[in-house]
């Protein structure tokens, strides 16, 4: 089906271990997106793609590493976890300026 | 320092009525605007947008205003309906195609 989807849709992990979190775009959109959401700040941008092997930090950037290596998929990595990135995290894409998002994953970091 | 705020982090209103949630940002450079629905466990779906050349934009039951010389924009539901449930969130972008998004606000359409 066309769409985004993530993927773990759940994840608990623990201190200081990596995690990836999967997002994969069939509409061939050029940009794509990664936010957090916490109580009490809406979305906040990670990081976004304009395309493939482009990439840029967003407003929280710190703690988190991102790829594209192909214009569908756009993973982002927590090389060592904390608490602080418990959160739950959406993926966008985008072809002009309305972005649309995936189900989001919650991730749990103990 | 949030450059789109939604004040209001509630509403509840009576079904068949209007809803009516604002919107403020400080950032000029600013010139598409977004409302997004949230259900829970859900992610967001886009509603509705505007852009800055004009004060109005409407579908359906949808309608958002924006005031440019205020920094403000609203959404306007009528009639509000309770499948309207959700955490509605404003967003802005300019040329970096980045959104920045407000705090949200959850609707309750009571029956």
């Known amino acids: 089906d066309a769409g985004i989807t993530q993927s773990p849709r759940y994840k608990i992990t623990e201190t200081g271990r990596q995690v990836t979190l999967m997002c994969h775009q069939t509409w061939s959109h050029s940009y794509m997106f990664w936010y957090r959401q916490d109580l009490g700040h809406g979305l906040r941008l990670i990081y976004y793609s304009a395309a493939a092997d482009i990439t840029d930090k967003g407003e929280v950037p710190d703690g988190y590493v991102v790829s594209r290596s192909k214009t569908e998929n756009f993973p982002l990595t927590l090389e060592s976890a904390t608490r602080s990135q418990t959160s739950v995290y959406f993926c966008?894409?985008?072809?002009?300026?309305?972005?649309?998002f995936g189900p989001g994953t919650r991730l749990t970091v103990l | 320092d949030q450059q789109v705020k939604q004040n209001s982090p509630s509403l509840s209103v009576q079904e068949g009525r209007i809803s009516i949630l604002n919107c403020d940002y400080t950032n000029s450079m600013f010139d598409y605007f977004l409302w997004y629905k949230k259900y829970p466990a859900e992610g967001p779906t886009f509603l509705i947008s505007?852009?800055?050349?004009?004060d109005k934009n409407e579908d359906g039951r949808f309608t958002v205003f924006l005031n440019k010389s205020a920094k403000h924009l609203s959404l306007h539901i009528v009639p509000s309906q309770p499948g309207d449930s959700a955490v509605y969130f404003c967003a802005a972008t300019g040329s970096a195609r980045q959104l920045t998004f407000g705090s949200g606000t959850q609707l309750t359409v009571l029956p």
């Open positions: 505007i852009s800055s050349i004009k």
């Open positions: 966008a894409s985008s072809a002009v300026d309305t972005q649309y």
